[in-house]
């Protein structure tokens, strides 16, 4: 990025001179003769950094530097001081500049100074932007007002000081990962290891190798001992994402873990203590997998000693406005976006999100991209929220005096929405309001593949 860089000397040469060799730096350079007009010239140009002289004609440098940093605090400010003004450079150093060079100085001491101040002053806002950055992935989801989520926040606020096992259940992009940190940033474990595992992520022939961790020559290709995800873990927290994926032998295998608190790594005899808090999230229906016979009863009463319900979107729309909010500031760090329009808000109102909290950050980071106004219009968001938003006032339906089969008006709606999206089941889902997997489901059940 080229700096601009402002220097306020009231010789006439001197500031010639530097203009000169910084413009051969790459910098863009602005000057005043004064500490009036340089006060001026901070409000209205915003420089990136201000080369100030000690003495100038009309104010002391230490009164034009106290009132430059009481509006702008964050810009660098070098002071240039005659001979034998190092205790006035010190007094400049208290005050808040970020110091200083000696005249007649050395041009190019005073380009290392330059590129090293404005180095800090990059890294600064680089960290104050990765801070704002986490804390926004750390509390995204509980960002709201509503009553779902204060509820939510008064009972991880609850538990979060426990070593009980949680189980979080909830559609995709809700936020489940968020809480399982929240619940162990909260606790007194917040400074040991917090160990998270997509277990859908990961072939079942590795998943015990995974959590478990492995003895050298325990299996083809392992040439060292390998510590696992409890072990990693150690007295944290150990989050298992997508817990209804695995099968019932690494099922068999977790559940004596829960039970016994000890496990052993694949191929060895030592048994280990398991001390790392469990917490483990789903977006299936695990009562229904037990039913099913896909999931064991026993396991999923040890994991939901303390059971999360996750809200979905769709089911707390009055904290949009704040998440939009939320968003803006992540995605718009420049601030050249002032907000949405009334049309836009009613849009995102008004759209079912399937895919949670995290399809309306992806809206919103695609806005912030693509919008060169000052307001997001309904014209910079995906297409399908309009979509449905139009096509979901075209639907009217009567009751027939004899009445009607409900899975007939289900499979017919099915059928619909897979002719309007072409097949597309993802596109199809949305149109109803429902996942994917959901979608799926009903279509195996109503055989409507086998047409």
Known sequence: MEATILIVDDEQHMRWIIEKT????GYKTDSAATGAEGLAKLQSTGPDLVLLDLKLPDMNGIEVLRSMKQEQPRVPVIMITAHGTVESAIEAMKIGASDYISKPFD???LKIIIHRCLEVVELAT????LRDELEDK??????GRSRVISELQELIAKVADTPATVLIEGESGTGKEVVARLLHTGGSRAKKPFVALNCAAIPETLLESELFGYERGAFTGADTRKKGKFEIASSGTIFLDEIGEISLHIQAKLLRVLQEKVFERVGGNEQLKMEARVIAATNRNLKKCVREGTFREDLYYRLQVIPINMPALRERKEDIPDLVNCFLRKYDYRGRIKGLTAEAFEKLQGYDWPGNIRELENAIERAVILCNQDYITPAYLPMEMADQIETSHEFTMTLPPQGISLETVERELIL????RSRGNQTKAARLLGITRSALIYRIEKYGIGDR
């Open 416 to 419: 619909m929405a897979l002719e």
């Open 22 to 25: 910084l413009a051969k730096e």
């Open 138 to 143: 750390l509390n995204t989801s509980l960002i």
């Open 107 to 109: 041009i190019e001491e």
């Open 126 to 129: 680089e960290v104050d932007y």
